[in-house]
């Protein structure tokens, strides 16, 4: 067998160790801007599709098939985001010969129309109220009947974006037409709809595996921390579920995938707040946080997809998921660790940390790879997991300060600030976590002030051998006119 | 010298190789990326040349201000990456104060919210919703 992996970065990589053990030929593509990027060495053969924007390379159907078809490849696996969850791409392969690695377009269609998962479900399951709304007036009065504080979404959205909370009418007459506008740039459909809005919920997430006879639960993920909604932090099992609440979310995850015939690996999440919990959506998809899960069950989750994509089905029964110990996942992104914003540029030097038990890196990173400005700016997953939380916290602290990268900010000083936070520590926390965290470094001041002025005589050094980036030092981010240089600012603290 | 470390002061000298935080005498030394502090080992793994900047020593961040107070003055507003405009939350004449949300940029599949650097008043706005803009292109410029 022979498979397309129709992505970029670390999940590529990560489904390339899983088609080895299965004997199956792993392929892959790649944009212009991702033609030196380490994970194409992994792959069998690779394909330039050309591009630079994700609109002119990983969302393209028509690219994605043709490779597919020019390399031989008998399946194709979407991983995560651009076309893993787009209903007409599984269609397109189905008509085409070519096996989808995830869900039937059936299954699709209802999970990627977040207003139908909920109808679907809300005979089954507790859910949110929401109407859809397609004039101001409409959502005023939706609004109305709901009450206030609601949120506004895109019903085809995803991934944190076209959300707005609304606290009154001023509220909605101000953010409705902006909505829907960028609904329809992001998502190329104009359909919101209104909802109650949970303030202070847990984000909590049901792992499930189908071939559409059977459907088993893998436990849960609590995804509480996240800024802009979306996922920084992820940690199994959940510290707040008690054993029969765990019960109860995963018996409902299950049901909900029975009604809708689910085939393949997917996630059911939920809002969860004083012991009540509330369907969000269904997430079609291999997840992002999908190793903390491997790493307490020790179920490879890629090699379950692939066997029941290939018609294999499913190889493990409920009774053979017995999840042991915890793990946690930080996402290390290219971002500034406190206001999140990305970075794209290179890497200057990639060192993991070398204590590697009880420890996992998913990365597609080395020592000279650039981080491009088009898609996503997650540059890897560090994964601890032990047979305790507090153990496992410890772990992961020790590996975040060992875990050596330079050339571009990281996430990495956010994840040491929130596991240093006795919310975090105590399992008492909420999707308003990142919003009241304090950074953790106060204490050290001493040894930034000493490294601050060792810093200006290596930019005089520098000065005398004429380089130009020497002077930026004592200039402002925002008024230099050089600004482009700021990006690659540590450039010389390695070239001397 | 001083400067503000996450928000502390701290009163810097320079005697050789030798540099006193506070009154205190640390012996520091950086060598590429690697500083040696009282026979502890740090490591830089990124610094800012702007001020306020950024700098991260063992994975720890740190923001530090060479000038007295961290209010410092700005004529433009830059995009920090490039991206889409998703929402101008503004206009050429308002007064705006240090810290509110000025527009949504959109880019790496992230709503960037963007603020504003400083209290002034914005005499020009450059960028429409749905505009795409480069690194460093003038977003806006104050009064």
């Not at chain 1, 579920?241 to 059911?268: C, F, H, P, S």
């Not at chain 1, 590697?356 to 981080?371: E, H, P, Q, W, Y």
């Not at chain 1, 926390?429 to 919003?435: G, P």
């Not at chain 2, 504003?116 to 460093?136: C, D, M």
């Amino acid at each position: 067998m022979k498979l397309l992996i129709a992505n970029r970065g670390e999940i590529v990589s990560r489904i390339v160790r899983s088609c080895s053990k299965l004997n199956i030929i792993p392929c892959g593509v790649y944009s212009e801007a991702d033609k030196n990027s380490f994970y194409v060495k992994f792959l069998h053969e690779a394909l330039n599709i050309g591009g630079l924007a994700a609109s002119d390379s990983y969302l393209r159907m028509d690219k994605m098939v043709s490779a597919a078809e020019q390399l031989g490849c008998d399946m194709i696996h979407p991983g995560y985001g651009f076309l893993a969850e787009n209903a007409e791409f599984s269609e397109v392969c189905k008509n085409e010969g070519i096996i989808f690695v995830g869900p039937s377009p059936q299954v699709l269609k209802i999970s990627g129309d977040k207003l139908r998962a909920k109808q679907v479900v809300s005979r089954i399951a507790p859910v949110l109220e929401a109407k859809e709304v397609s004039t101001q007036e409409e959502a005023l009065n939706a609004a109305k009947e709901i009450g206030y504080p609601v949120i506004l979404k895109a019903a085809r959205g995803g991934g944190g974006r076209g959300l707005r909370i609304a606290s009154s009418q001023e509220d909605i007459s101000k953010v409705f037409e902006l909505s829907r506008k960028e609904s329809m740039i992001s998502f190329a459909s104009d359909r919101l709809f209104i909802e109650k809005y949970l303030e202070r919920p847990r984000h909590i997430e049901v792992q499930i595996l189908g071939d559409g006879q059977n459907i088993i639960n893998l436990g849960e993920r609590e995804c509480s921390v996240q800024r802009r909604h979306q996922k920084l932090i992820e940690e199994t099992p959940s510290p707040v579920l008690t054993k029969e609440m765990r019960q109860r979310i995963t018996d409902t995850a299950i049901n909900i995938m029975k009604e809708m015939k689910y085939d393949n690996a997917g996630t059911v999440e939920f809002l969860f707040k004083d012991e009540h919990f509330y369907f969000m959506e269904v997430n079609s998809r291999i997840q992002v946080e999908h190793p903390i899960t491997e790493q307490v069950t020790g179920i490879d989750l890629i090699e379950q997809q692939l066997n029941i994509a290939s018609g294999t089905g499913l190889t493990i029964k409920q009774e053979d998921v017995k999840p042991k110990g915890h793990a946690i996942e930080c996402r290390i992104n290219a971002e500034h660790p406190f206001s999140f914003i990305p970075f794209a540029g290179t890497i200057k030097s990639f060192v993991p940390p070398y204590d590697a038990k009880n420890v996992r890196i998913d990365t597609a990173l080395s020592r000279g790879s650039t981080i491009p400005p088009f898609y996503d700016s997650l540059i890897a997953k560090l994964i601890c997991f032990e047979d305790s939380r507090i153990e496992a916290i410890e772990t992961m602290k020790r590996s975040l300060s060992m875990f050596r990268i330079s050339g571009i900010p990281t996430t990495i000083p956010f994840h040491i600030s929130a596991l240093n936070d006795t919310r975090f520590i105590e399992g008492m926390y909420d999707t308003s976590f990142v919003d009241e965290l304090t950074p953790f470094s106060l204490k050290d001041g001493e040894v930034a002030s000493a490294i601050l002025c060792q810093l200006p005589r290596k930019v005089k050094f520098l000065q005398k051998k004429g380089n130009s980036n020497a002077d930026i030092w004592t200039k402002s981010r925002y008024s230099d006119p050089n600004f482009d240089q700021y990006l690659s600012i540590s450039r010389w603290l390695h070239e001397s | 010298m001083r400067v503000k470390v996450n928000g502390n002061d701290y009163d810097i000298k320079i005697i050789g190789q030798n540099v006193i935080v506070n009154g205190k005498q640390i012996t520091a030394k950086l060598d590429e990326d690697q500083i040696t502090i009282e026979g502890k080992k740090f490591y830089l793994d990124y610094a800012e040349d702007s001020d306020p900047s950024l700098m991260i020593v063992n994975g720890m961040a740190y923001i530090i201000s060479k000038s007295s107070d961290l209010t410092v003055s700005m004529k433009e507003l830059r995009a920090p990456i490039s991206g889409r405009i998703m929402e101008v939350l503004v206009k050429a004449g308002d007064d705006i104060k240090k810290g509110q949300q000025i527009l949504v940029l959109e880019a790496m599949k992230m709503q960037n919210h963007i603020y504003s650097p400083a209290t002034a008043r914005i005499s020009e706005l450059r960028v429409k919703e749905g505009q795409t803009v480069k690194t460093g292109e003038i977003l806006a410029t104050f009064q």
